[in-house]
Structure formats: C-alpha cells, structure tokens
C-alpha cells in the first residue's frame, strides 16, 4: 500500500491501471474493426495521454444515462400504470446482460446490451448524439467550470504534474491519494472493467448502430472539440 508513504506514485498507479484498461478497449476495436464503425482516427493516437483520459469521462456520462433506466425501471407512454419493468447488468453463464425483469422479478428477457440504443424524443440518431454532447457540454459547465477541452486537458495535466512531480509533488497533488481512490478511480476502474468484459462477452448486431457506435460519436466529438483529434468525414 502506498497510502501515506508515497501518495505520487499511487495516484501514478490508478492513472497507469485506467490507461491500460482503456488501451485494452482500443485493441478490441481493432480485433473487431470490420464489424465496428470507423474509430482508427483515435486509436491511432493510443500512446496520446489526453486520448485515453478523455475516454471514462465519456464512458461515466453514457453509464450515468443508461443507470437511469436501471435505478428507474422500463415503462412505455400511456402504461405508465399497467407496465413497469425492471432492467439489471448482470453476468449470467459468463456473459454480461441486460436482464428485464417484471414487479414480480420473474425473468422476462436476457437481452444483450449491445443490442440496445440510447433514445430521445423521437429523435434521430444522430441527433441523440448532438443531444448527449450537449448534455455533457453543460454538465462540465455546471460542475466543473469547465469547457470539454479544458476538462481533458486538466485531466492530463494533472497526470503529468504529478508524474514530473519534484519534492513537492503532494502539494501539487492537492488530493490525498484515499480521496482519489475512494471518489474517483474506483469508479473510473470499476466501469472500464464492466466495458472490458461486455466486449468481450457480446457481439454487435448492426455497425452503424448501438450502445458503442453513438459512443464512439460522442468520444469523437470530444475529442475534436477538445483539439485532440481534427474533425474529418466521420463526424
């Protein structure tokens, strides 16, 4: 443990393990590039810090949306009182899945994550993705201060600080390294960890379509707007 011996290279640690975790992201996508949408403009830039600390932020912003049909159930307009499903991620026979279950918690579908798309309001597609960038613009606005460049750009900063940290590194760290373990990175490691292993257990049935092609959409749009990547055909 280095909790209070060398706080640095804890925190130098978490950084490391999201990275690590997101590259191994990376190299799915290039396992499985004919059945993905393209993504080769920001894998390419695997070695590129602000690349790989940009993405859990956007992974956290999708998950929080998806937990809210979670925490709140499935219901349709108009059998709000007639029909109320409940949906859990759960592993079931090695594979992870979207288990909907009715008020009585009898099992209705396994159906697989992958499969599934985030709506709004009729809108198309591609509007739902202008729609969460806009969501995500504001939420940083809100509270952090901060435009989407700034944010990943802060992000990786405060890895290099600390990584050419000199003896006072802690003080540049501004944080101890069990309030970063305990309010960041165990969540940041925690969702990157169920994205590993729900690519790795699933498979998609429509390229241009699901979870991961409105995710990679959102990532490239980040990533564009934060000066990271150059906006191209793909956007």
Not at 220 to 232: F, G, T, Y
Request: hydrophobic letters at 45%; one cysteine or more.
């Amino acid at each position: 443990m280095l909790q209070g011996v060398d706080e640095e290279m804890g925190a130098i640690r978490l950084i490391a393990a999201e990275e690590e975790l997101v590259v191994a992201i990376f190299e799915w996508l290039k396992l499985n590039s004919a059945s993905l949408p393209a993504h080769g403009d920001f894998v390419r830039k695997h070695k590129n810090h602000y690349v790989k600390l940009a993405f859990s932020p956007i992974l956290a912003r999708m998950g929080f949306i998806l937990g809210d049909m979670v925490r709140h159930g499935i219901t349709f307009d108009g059998l709000e009182d007639v029909i109320h499903l409940h949906a859990k991620p759960v592993v079931h026979e090695g594979q992870v899945i979207l288990r909907i279950e009715d008020g009585a918690g009898k099992v209705l579908l396994r159906p697989n994550p992958l499969n599934v798309a985030i709506s709004k309001d009729g809108l198309s597609d591609d509007e739902v993705v202008d729609e969460l960038f806009s969501d995500l613009k504001q939420m940083l606005r809100d509270q952090h201060g901060m435009t989407v460049r700034q944010f990943i750009t802060a992000r990786a900063d405060f890895r290099n600080k600390i990584l050419y940290a000199e003896d006072g590194g802690i003080l540049q760290m501004g944080e101890s390294l069990e309030h970063l373990l305990n309010n960041v990175f165990s969540e940041t490691l925690r969702n990157l960890l169920w994205c590993v292993a729900l690519l790795l257990t699933n498979e998609m049935t429509a390229r241009s379509w699901g979870l991961i092609s409105q995710f990679i959409r959102l990532y490239r749009k980040a990533l564009v707007e934060a000066n990271v990547i150059k906006a191209s055909a793909n956007d």
